[in-house]
């Protein structure tokens, strides 16, 4: 399945892309709906994302019904896909990414926090912060998990995962250097574009096979394939897992390839005006404009 957020008058509303264009749950269902009004919803209550899997396979490959239901895209106003709990960010976890930064592989993952507080949906603005001249682009594979898990081991992590989407893990460099942490760097607000979709885990069975892009302007600055991250999707939910109990909700954005602005020659920061896209083949296309504060 392919879920979104779609603002109507009554609120953000859970809704699913189809061949035919989107179905927004509440459409077929109306008031006395056993489905999750909200894609948070459907995530964080236990059982509520197997409904809808349900939903979907009973009804939504008839085609008289998505005749009567489904709406064009264009015409939807997408919204950010819910609030995460936690946002677990992973530095240095593409060879040539750690290469372009001089820095050694590391021995195991790096994992630091992203405040959810800069979560944003597609097309939303990011926001260049006035103290900050060195706003960079990463465009990243993150994870979305659909259960409880702690301890779980590498062979059974897919199996806590709802599903997956992009994410921009827009970062202040100097920020970054001057902190000695990550934290304030990655964390302004609106420096977390995520979306526009969650694809769930059954249409992502091997998710170390996707070809990965962040375009600045049309142009094509980070281009690579998730098979190359150090630390893999499975091994990442285990490591977090040993020590912190992951929720449903949860995110965990899995680290950015090559190509990331300070490492070019000359650098290539964002400026007011210019259009990022994170694009994750079988994910979807994340597109945020900049501008500036």
């Known amino acids: 399945m392919i879920l979104l957020t779609a603002i109507t008058p009554s609120g953000p509303r859970l809704a699913i ?65 819910f609030r995460p709990r936690n946002v677990l960010c992973i530095g240095l976890n593409y060879k040539d990414h750690a290469a372009e930064g001089g820095v050694p592989l590391p021995e195991k993952p790096v994992v630091f926090a992203k405040l959810t507080g800069c979560i944003t ?54 920020f970054q250097r001057g902190d000695g942490q990550w934290v304030r760097a ?32 049309g142009t094509t600055l980070q281009d690579s394939n998730t098979e190359k991250m150090i630390f ?19 995110v965990i954005s899995t680290g950015t390839p090559h190509g990331v602005g300070f490492a070019r020659k000359p650098p290539i920061f964002l400026k007011g005006g210019d259009e990022v896209v994170v694009e994750i083949e079988g994910i979807g296309r994340l597109s945020n404009p900049v501008k500036e504060a």
């Open 232 to 250: 893999g999707v499975r091994e990442l939910i285990a490591f977090i897992s040993r020590g912190i109990t992951l929720e449903p909700g949860d």
């Open 17 to 81: 892309k189809t061949s035919a264009g989107i179905v927004i749950l509440e459409k077929p269902q109306g008031k006395k709906s056993s489905l999750p009004v909200t894609l948070e919803e459907a995530l964080f209550v236990p059982g509520a994302l197997d409904r809808v899997r349900t939903f979907f396979h009973e009804n939504l490959k008839d085609s008289a019904k998505l005749r009567e239901w489904a709406t064009p895209e264009e015409k939807i106003h997408l919204g950010p896909l």
């Open 121 to 174: 949906g597609p097309d939303d603005a990011i926001v260049l912060p006035p103290d900050t001249k060195e706003v960079d682009y990463e465009a990243e594979l993150a994870v979305v998990m659909g259960r409880r898990c702690r301890g779980v081991s590498t062979s059974d992590a897919l199996d806590y995962v709802a599903g997956y989407t992009c994410l921009n893990d827009v970062s202040a460099r100097d």
């Open 186 to 217: 990655k964390s302004q607000d609106t420096f977390g574009p995520m979306g526009p979709y969650l694809v769930t885990g059954e249409d992502i069975p091997d998710p170390q096979t996707l070809p990965i892009r962040c375009l600045v302007n």
